[in-house]
């Protein structure tokens, strides 16, 4: 939501100021959890092996983000992600309350984002830059992170293996990512058909 382009063109961005990125990146490290930096190109991360970020990359059959514990320092990061549980976000929360949003998607992490932002916030400048209204736009969810997308947009698509409390929020529930929950999703929605395709 800090990172929006339309036809290679880029009508918003809105990284995090480095001086905040440094000072969250002391907290974690002193606490002993990391973090994961995100530009427009990759994701980063500043440890080389830990049981949290496994844990959470690893149902999401994704390769594990790269180490580099220097990359915030270069570039602009639009997003953090520090792997911790729900009672540690609450002492980031209480130390960053006036900088930061947390949103929490995983049991053992959260993404950290400048306050005020988020993927519905980047949803908006975009429908903004084409002239259109919320309740044309279509969005697919399945983590806590995606729920105030979901709700924001007029057909908000909840994928299969999404949590509980995303599905609530979904206009419409499809299959699992990785049983064409997409394809399957526009589908259902009228905008292709499956009689050609290959499921």
Known sequence: GQYVVYQGEVIYKNPMQLEV???????????????LYVSEEHMRVNVVQHVRIESSYGPLKMELPEYDPDYYKNRDI??????????????Y?????????????????????????????????????L?????????????????????????????????????????YITSDVDQDGIMMGLHQLGLISLKNTAV
């Open 21 to 35: 990125i440094e000072s969250l990146t002391d907290y974690a490290v002193r606490s002993d959890q990391p973090i």
């Open 78 to 91: 639009y997003q953090a992600i520090v792997f911790c549980t729900n009672e540690e976000q609450a002492l």
């Open 93 to 129: 929360e209480k130390e960053y309350e006036r900088l930061l949003r947390f949103v929490r998607w995983d049991t053992v992490a959260t993404d950290v984002l400048p306050l005020g932002c988020s993927k519905a916030a980047g949803i908006e400048y975009m429908i903004k830059h």
């Open 131 to 171: 002239g259109k209204d919320a309740k044309e736009v279509i969005a697919f969810g399945d983590h806590l992170n995606d729920i105030e997308m979901l709700s924001y947009v007029g057909h908000g698509v909840a994928m299969g293996n999404a949590q509980p409390e995303v599905k609530k929020v979904a206009k």
